[in-house]
């Protein structure tokens, strides 16, 4: 069952009716228990083709239980080390030899986001933070939670074991909002993103017939620049689809996206961008790395160096997870790079500026769009190994060659630059429209208008180009 789609809504809405039917604890758990099952059961008929997934799970199950027992918690680091390992192994890392790997076909979507959520349950119950050991039912329900199996948000367990105990309220208002969410949603995915997808395998099949130096450059700027905007509206859509259709089963999945292209620096690009996943990267991996460090290089002027490696190393792990091939650890290396760069950057810079006079420069509203402009232009060009496998990659390099490539980078870089800078204040303008202190365009009415407007337009484009939605990028993680 693809997500967001027609079938989807359709067994979002049946499933919600059910769940909110009665209000008795017991019934909601047991309904959403079903509905994942159900949910799950639509990517395959064949039962064993879910043993491996199935045996995942109860290896973190296990785990979680063993570390919660503080008599049993010297298992940790074996059993994390497990876990890891378990999930390398089905997710058929290249390092592994390929005959270690099952012989037979088996369901892996969602697996990558379960992995987060058993590594945090087993890392938080060895700390302490789990306040008792968690039972089968809540377990499989949070780390199968059909809302969010496919590509995330990431939850913390105990958010999501408050809202199973005493479910948050659901009134028309909070309807209404996530209504409104779940249409804007459906059209980023359904509209937005195959646009976009479209224009950019326009602008590919053109370059190989470009005859001139400029339209050879345009059209390659088209085809990187157009790809994290692609990428947005895919999986910010998704998010918007399954916020919505969480909140009428009276729980509230964190936000993964706070208008990531707005930020001026690829530190500050990455607290917007999938949230939740540098969120958890900063827990589980950023800070007990920083401690560690820390540990061992006592000097404080050396802190913020071993900030600059640690955001590496965090950043790095970005692409591995995302990827088994070596496309992907390009991809982490340039994500590592980018971060790791922009922190020593501002260390300098504060070294060099002092504090005040740093903090002045970056406030500056030239060298912010400026800023802003290169973070889109470095986010695009790390996508390459993200989208593209090595013939691809050779192929883009081959026909625009070192000049043409460099050339369409910079050519990013200036219409970033412009364009958000103007985007920015073209927004600031329209919201500040109103009176009393409120927007006007935030109003009940006007955004009620809006989702009508954008219903009828998703149906009239989707009835035109008779073309299916494009798959959520994120589900092959």
């Keep these: 069952m693809n997500v967001p789609s027609p079938e989807f809504l359709a067994f979002s809405a049946v499933a919600a009716l059910l769940f909110n039917a009665h209000g008795a604890i017991w019934w909601r758990r047991m309904v959403l228990f079903i509905a994942n099952l159900l949910f799950l059961a639509s990517f395959s008929h064949d039962l064993g083709a879910f043993m491996p997934f199935a045996g995942f ?16 918690r010297r298992l940790f680091p074996v059993l994390l080390i497990v876990t890891l390992a378990a999930f390398f192994w089905l997710k058929r890392y290249s390092f592994i030899p390929s005959t ?16 987060f959520r058993v590594i945090h349950l087993i890392v938080d119950s060895h700390e302490g933070d789990v306040a008792k050991p968690v039972d089968p039912l809540s377990y499989l329900n949070y780390t199968l939670n059909f809302t969010s199996l496919v590509s995330g948000p990431i939850q913390r367990y105990q958010d999501y074991h408050a809202m199973e105990m005493e479910p948050l309220d659901l009134d028309l208002p909070v309807a209404g909002r996530a209504l409104e969410r779940i249409i804007i949603g459906y059209f980023k995915v359904a509209i937005l993103s195959l646009l976009l997808s479209q224009a950019q395998h326009h602008a590919a099949d053109a370059l190989k017939d470009a005859r001139t130096f400029p339209e050879t450059v345009w059209l ?42 707005a930020a001026g620096n690829f530190l500050d690009f990455w607290s917007r961008w ?3 996943l540098s969120h958890w990267l900063k827990t589980y991996v950023f800070t007990p790395l920083m401690l560690l460090m820390m540990k061992r290089v006592t000097a ?14 965090t950043f790095f792990l970005v692409g591995i997870w995302h990827g088994q091939t070596s496309e992907f650890v390009m991809f982490g290396f340039l994500q590592g790079l980018g971060v790791s760069g922009n922190k020593l950057y501002q260390v300098l810079m504060a070294q060099g500026l002092g504090k005040k006079g740093y903090k002045d420069l970056a406030k500056n509203a030239l060298y912010h769009a400026v800023a802003r402009g290169l973070t889109f232009a470095w986010f695009a060009f790390t996508l390459i190994f993200f989208w593209g496998d090595w013939s691809q990659i050779d192929a883009l390099r081959n026909d625009l060659g070192w000049a043409g490539g460099t050339a369409a980078l910079a050519a990013i870089w200036v219409i970033a630059t412009v364009t958000l800078a103007l985007w920015e204040t073209l927004r600031a303008q329209v919201l500040s429209i109103g009176g009393a202190g409120r927007s006007w365009v935030m109003s009940h009415y006007v955004r009620t208008a809006e989702a009508t407007a954008l219903v009828a337009v998703t149906l009239a484009i989707l009835l035109l180009l008779n073309a299916p939605a494009p798959d959520i990028v ?3 993680f």
């Design 274 to 276: 999938h949230i939740t």
């Design 220 to 261: 390659g700027a088209q085809i990187v620049a157009i790809y994290p905007l692609y990428l947005y509206c895919n999986f910010s859509g998704y998010v918007d689809v399954v916020i919505g259709v969480a909140r009428f089963f009276r729980i509230a999945l964190p936000e993964n996206f706070d208008r990531p292209f």
């Design 474 to 476: 994120y589900k092959a």
């Design 300 to 313: 404080p002027s050396l802190a913020p160096f071993l900030a600059v490696v640690a955001f590496f190393v």
């Design 100 to 115: 270690a790997f099952l012989p037979f076909p088996y369901v892996l979507v969602g697996l990558s986001y379960v992995f």
């Design 57 to 72: 799970l109860l290896l973190g199950y296990v785990a979680q239980r063993v570390t919660w027992n503080k008599g049993k």
